[in-house]
C-alpha cells in the first residue's frame, strides 16, 4: 500500500540540484537492499541516490545518500526527517 503525502504544514526537508552538503543514509552490502531503501526514501520527496563504495578488504558496499543540500542546515533537517520518519541514523558529509 503506498504512503500518503505529508500534510501540507510538515517540515520537510528542500530539495536541491546544487549544493556541498550530502546525507550518507544507510550502506549496504548489496545494491538490491540499497535500491529498495532508496525508493521507498524517494516517496517522502527527497532526492535519493546510491554509490559504490570499495572499501578494500571491506569489499564494495552500496551507500544510500541524500542531497545535494546547499547548507549544513538543510542536511541536518534532513537527518532530522530521516530520524523521524524512518528511524535511520544519517550522517551529514561534506562533498
Not at 517540515?11 to 546525507?23: E, N, T, Y
Not at 545494491?31 to 524517494?42: M, P, V, W
Request: a positive charge; charged letters at 30%; hydrophobic letters at 35%.
Amino acid at each position: 500500500q503506498p504512503l500518503k503525502p505529508s500534510p501540507k504544514n510538515e517540515v520537510k526537508p528542500p530539495k536541491s540540484a546544487a549544493g556541498d552538503f550530502v546525507v550518507q543514509i544507510a550502506s549496504f552490502r548489496t545494491g538490491e537492499d540499497a535500491a529498495k531503501l532508496a525508493s521507498r526514501l524517494k516517496t517522502y520527496g527527497l532526492t535519493v541516490f546510491v554509490e559504490k563504495a570499495d572499501l578494500g578488504e571491506k569489499g564494495v558496499w552500496h551507500r544510500v545518500l541524500s542531497g545535494p543540500f546547499p547548507t549544513r542546515e538543510n542536511a541536518d533537517k534532513a537527518v532530522n526527517f530521516l530520524r523521524e520518519k524512518e528511524r535511520l541514523s544519517a550522517i551529514v558529509r561534506k562533498r
